[in-house]
C-alpha cells in the first residue's frame, strides 16, 4: 500500500470529482486515526493485525498536501500507461476523477444510446471564443468584433450552459456582461481559463468594443441636433426683418388712401 493506491481507492469510492486539497485531506485524517490519543478513544481506528495499513509511514502521510498528491497521481497515470489500462486519472475543473481513454469511445457511448453528440456550429463556436478569450464582455462588443448580431448565438450558448451572464458593465445603460461556465471548462477539458492557447497573447489584441461607435452615433446626433438649431436661429433673424418690412410697405401703401378718406370725410 503506497499513496497513489490510497488516492485510487479514494476516486474510485467517491461519485463526484475530489480536489487535490480534498484528497490531501482525507489522507491526513485518516493517518490522525492512527495516533495513540486517538486508538485510545476509539480502539476501532486500530488497523487490523495483518492490514497493510500497519506499514505505512504516518509521520509522512500527516505531512501530505497537494503537491505530493498531485505528484502520486502522475505516478499512477504512469501505471496505467505501462498496464495498458483503459483509464486515466485527469483533472478538471471540479478536480480529480478517473475516466475512460478517448479509444474505447465507441463502446462506451453504446451505455448511453439516448445521448448524441451536440455540436457547435461555426458562428456558436466563434461566439464563445470570443468570450472565452476576452470574458467578461458585453453583446455590443461581440458584435463589433463579428459584425453580425450575436442574439440568437448567445442564446444558444446559455441554453448549453457554456456561457453565463456574470454581471453588468459600467457603461452607459448598464449592458450584461457574458463569461464562461465550469461546464465549458469541463467541455474543453481545462482546469483554468488560463490553460487555453496563446491566451496571454491574445488577450493583448486590441478589438473594438463596441463603445466607439455608440461615441459617435452620439457625437452626430449632438452634432446634427447643434446644425438644426443653427439653422432654426438663422431662418428666423432672416425672416423676422422679412416680416417688418412687409408690415412697412403695408403701412406705407394704405397712408394716402387713409389722408384721401379723412378729408373727404371732413368736407
Sequence with gaps: MDLSSILES????????LQSSELARLVRARAAEFSEDSITENPENAPAPESPERVLDLEALAEI??????NALVELNKIYETSGRSFIVAERSKGWKIHTRADYAGFVKLLFPGRKPERLSPPAMETLAII?????????????????????MLQKLLDRELVKISGRADLPGRPLLYATTELFLEHFGITDIEELPNIGELRKVELPDGTEEDGD??????????????????????EKPAEEAAETSEETEKGPEAEDSDLSKEE
Design 132 to 152: 472565452a478569450y476576452r470574458q467578461p464582455v458585453t453583446k455590443s462588443a461581440l458584435e463589433a468584433v463579428r459584425g453580425v448580431s450575436c442574439d440568437g
Design 10 to 17: 479514494l476516486l474510485v469510492a467517491s461519485e463526484s470529482p
Design 217 to 238: 452615433e452620439e457625437k452626430q446626433k449632438q452634432t446634427s441636433s447643434t446644425e438644426e438649431a443653427e439653422t432654426q436661429l438663422a431662418l428666423s433673424a432672416v
Design 65 to 70: 498536501g497537494e503537491n505530493e498528491v498531485k
